[in-house]
């Protein structure tokens, strides 16, 4: 018979394990991003350093980069019914999952700079979301839902008077009861049906009042919702068309008599990516709901939570950037090949800084998009978010997906291994291009901006203006972009270099008036505001700046 082994390491053991970094884990997210410390003195947020600090270190450590992997790795699982054939329709989560969530919402990242205004609320709570989005992807869309869901949630005194509360709690319970039975409550939105999602106005579901109609009143819902995540929600804002047109619900999970309402769950999809949150689809019959606003209103109450929702979206490509360039520079510095560290080698340095480069602009743009909440009733700020979020959410998604498979490569085979984060970021990067408005949807809210809403255009000029001449190729991009804002009405076909372009000039900007590497930003616009754009990442000019930017960027466990 065979001896198994001398050594007593078993069969395999044949070699030492040499040339292979450390997992980076227990380090403090806040602490090692110069960059979103800037954003946060620059947007009146520095009152929640400390805060920042306590959940940078908390997500930084391996406890919850793990709770992150596992509720990846076990995704959620539908019970239709319970063992003696009753109905349940409940999703079952990893324990992993909930500690996530609970974190979340102990932070405020749902509900707070609605529950506590103040100057820098929305800034602190993106730098929150953009910090915990590194960890784990799933639990944030119902946060995000959450948060953009308050403003419709506060038209109406009946439903808010119930549920903002509830809302507003930083306790997270995530328990299957009657909302008066809770001491914290989350929000979904259920808009998307089989026959169309971009056009919710061919919403089939309809609502019919259960006794007088109106604004406030009870109704009954029929149909069906395509798209359903986090159907654990204890309620959801759902379209239905009543009389009036397609009209705004809040959908409770339980009936105010303490029975379920009923919403009953089809199935999950299996979905690329985005493995912790469950993704459903529903069938509404006879389905208690409260109408926000007035009838025929819904169309324009859920505009006003997408542009929040979208806002998030930009924050999301950002943090999934961020972490992607982070495991790049982490991994190629203790790595070698051919005699020398990969930081060290040209090739390779041109990579990593250019996505650095691309994370930092795309930081500083998600931020200030975030921040102008924060002057929320002020008509600038209004009219600058206008297209600067179409058009950021267009581009900062779409880049996000080249931008963490590029981060991938430079772990070479072990990137593409699912033990290793890049490969859940690259799965995650195409969700948020898709949902809260595709890409051709966000080209056309852009012109249709531009066509109805001339005040921002003048806003985004006005803001733009700002970094003129401090940078030549800047100043010829901008004026090229003016040429184009006095002509929306021919631009459908090219829309999409247009809308690129504004968010070029966008990230731009952020470089220019707010990046403390001045040759960093200068790099920026030219490699990105030239010739036909940007292209794959790794094409920089030669210039001694490289290995500065990559040293700057390094987080050190
Ligand atoms: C993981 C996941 C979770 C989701 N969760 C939810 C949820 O909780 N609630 C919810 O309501 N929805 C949810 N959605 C649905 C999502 O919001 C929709 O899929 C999205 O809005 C697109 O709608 P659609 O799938 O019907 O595609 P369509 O509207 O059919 O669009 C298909 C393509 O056509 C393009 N397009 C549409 N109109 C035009 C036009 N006029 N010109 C040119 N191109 C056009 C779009 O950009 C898109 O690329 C989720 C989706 C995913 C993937």
Same mark, same amino acid.
């Given at each position: 018979?065979?001896? $198994?082994?001398s /050594?007593?390491?078993?069969?395999?053991?044949?070699?030492?394990?040499?040339? !292979? %970094?450390?997992?980076?884990?227990?380090?403090n997210?806040?602490?090692?991003?110069?960059?979103?410390?800037?954003?946060?003195?620059?947007?009146?947020?520095?009152?929640?350093?400390? !805060?920042?600090?306590?959940?940078?270190?908390?997500?930084?450590?391996?406890?919850?980069?793990e709770?992150?992997?596992?509720a /990846?790795n076990?995704?959620p699982i539908?019970?239709?019914?319970?063992?003696?054939?009753?109905?349940?329709?409940q999703v079952?989560?990893h324990p992993?999952?909930?500690?996530?969530?609970?974190? *979340?919402v &102990?932070?405020?990242?749902?509900?707070?700079?609605?529950? /506590?205004?103040?100057?820098?609320a929305?800034?602190?709570?993106a730098a929150?979301?953009f910090?915990?989005?590194?960890?784990?992807?799933?639990?944030?869309c119902?946060t995000?839902?959450?948060?953009g869901?308050?403003?419709?949630?506060?038209? !109406?005194?009946?439903?808010a008077?119930t549920?903002?509360?509830k809302?507003?709690s930083? =306790?997270?319970?995530?328990s299957?009861?009657p909302?008066?039975?809770?001491?914290?409550?989350?929000v979904g939105?259920?808009?998307?049906?089989k026959q169309?999602?971009?056009?919710?106005?061919?919403?089939?579901?309809?609502?019919?009042?259960?006794?007088? #109609?109106?604004a406030?009143k009870d109704y009954?819902i029929?149909?069906?919702k395509?798209?359903?995540s986090? %159907?654990? #929600?204890?309620?959801?804002?759902?379209?239905a068309?009543t009389?009036?047109?397609?009209?705004?619900f809040l959908v409770?999970?339980?009936?105010?008599?303490?029975?379920?309402?009923?919403?009953?769950?089809q199935?999950?999809?299996n979905?690329?990516g985005?493995?912790?949150?469950?993704?459903s689809e529903?069938?509404?019959r006879?389905?208690?709901g409260?109408?926000?606003?007035?009838?025929?209103?819904?169309?324009?109450?859920?505009?006003?939570?997408?542009?929040? *929702?979208?806002?998030?979206c930009?924050l &999301?490509?950002?943090?999934?950037m961020? !972490?992607?360039?982070?495991?790049a520079?982490?991994?190629t510095?203790q790595?070698?090949?051919?005699?020398a560290l990969?930081?060290?080698?040209?090739?390779?340095?041109k990579?990593?800084?250019?996505?650095?480069?691309?994370s =930092?602009?795309s930081?500083? $743009?998600? +931020?200030?998009l975030?921040?102008s909440?924060?002057?929320?009733d002020?008509?600038?700020?209004?009219?600058?978010?206008?297209?600067? *979020?179409a058009?950021s959410?267009?581009?900062?998604?779409?880049?996000?997906?080249?931008?963490?498979?590029? &981060?991938?490569?430079?772990?070479?085979?072990?990137g593409?291994?699912?033990?290793?984060?890049?490969?859940?970021?690259?799965?995650?990067? %195409?969700?948020?291009?898709i949902?809260?408005?595709s890409?051709?949807v966000?080209?056309?809210?852009?012109?249709?901006?531009?066509q109805?809403?001339?005040?921002s +255009?003048?806003?985004?000029?006005?803001?733009?203006s700002k970094?003129?001449?401090? /940078?030549?190729?800047?100043?010829?991009?901008?004026?090229?972009?003016?040429k184009?804002l006095l002509?929306p009405a021919?631009?459908l076909?090219?829309?999409?270099v247009?809308?690129?372009?504004?968010?070029?000039?966008?990230?731009?900007?952020?470089?220019?008036?707010?990046?403390?590497?001045?040759s960093?930003?200068?790099?920026?616009?030219?490699?990105?505001l030239?010739?036909s754009g940007?292209?794959?990442?790794?094409?920089l000019p030669?210039c001694?700046?490289? =290995?500065g930017?990559?040293?700057r &960027?390094?987080?050190?466990?």
């Open positions: 018979m065979q001896k $198994l082994s /050594n007593g390491l078993g069969l395999h053991a044949t070699h030492k394990i040499e040339n !292979q %970094p450390s997992i980076l884990e227990n380090y997210i806040y602490d090692s991003d110069k960059v979103l410390a800037d954003c946060i003195q620059k947007s009146n947020a520095e009152w929640a350093s400390d !805060q920042l600090q306590k959940l940078g270190s908390v997500l930084g450590s391996s406890e919850f980069i709770h992150g992997n596992l /990846n076990n995704k539908f019970h239709s019914h319970d063992r003696h054939g009753h109905r349940i329709d079952e989560y992993s999952y909930h500690q996530l969530f609970k974190l *979340t &102990a932070n405020g990242i749902h509900s707070d700079p609605w529950a /506590n205004p103040k100057s820098g929305h800034a602190a709570r929150k979301l910090m915990t989005y590194q960890v784990d992807q799933g639990h944030i119902p995000t839902m959450t948060y869901c308050v403003p419709a949630i506060s038209r !109406q005194k009946e439903v008077d549920w903002l509360p809302i507003f930083n =306790e997270y319970d995530g299957f009861r909302i008066a039975e809770k001491s914290g409550a989350t939105m259920a808009m998307t049906e169309g999602g971009s056009d919710v106005r061919s919403n089939t579901s309809t609502a019919s009042p259960i006794s007088t #109609s109106g406030g009954l029929n149909g069906h395509w798209f359903c986090a %159907p654990m #929600s204890d309620a959801f804002l759902m379209l068309n009389d009036g047109g397609p009209s705004c409770p999970r339980w009936l105010p008599s303490g029975e379920k309402n009923n919403i009953f769950i199935r999950l999809k979905k690329l985005d493995h912790s949150n469950a993704s529903i069938e509404l006879d389905t208690f409260t109408l926000i606003g007035d009838e025929g209103r819904g169309v324009s109450i859920i505009i006003e939570m997408a542009s929040l *929702t979208r806002v998030d930009c &999301a490509a950002a943090s999934l961020r !972490q992607g360039a982070v495991q520079l982490h991994y510095s790595r070698s090949a051919f005699g990969l930081t060290e080698q040209p090739i390779m340095q990579v990593l800084a250019d996505l650095i480069l691309e =930092e602009a930081t500083r $743009l998600a +931020i200030r975030a921040s909440y924060d002057a929320l002020d008509p600038f700020e209004t009219s600058f978010r206008r297209i600067a *979020t058009a959410k267009y581009w900062l998604t779409k880049r996000s997906i080249q931008h963490t498979a590029e &981060a991938m490569e430079t772990l070479g085979g072990i593409y291994v699912e033990e290793s984060i890049l490969a859940r970021l690259y799965r995650q990067a %195409p969700v948020n291009s949902w809260e408005g890409g051709n966000m080209c056309l809210d852009v012109l249709r901006a531009m109805k809403e001339p005040d +255009i003048e806003a985004l000029v006005s803001e733009l970094s003129s001449g401090m /940078n030549k190729h800047y100043d010829k991009a901008f004026e090229e972009l003016k184009g002509k021919l631009l076909s090219n829309a999409r247009f809308v690129e372009e504004t968010a070029l000039l966008l990230q731009s900007h952020m470089m220019l008036g707010q990046s403390e590497d001045k960093g930003a200068e790099l920026f616009c030219q490699t990105r030239t010739g940007p292209s794959t990442f790794g094409r030669d001694s700046h490289l =290995e930017l990559i040293q &960027a390094r987080v050190q466990p």
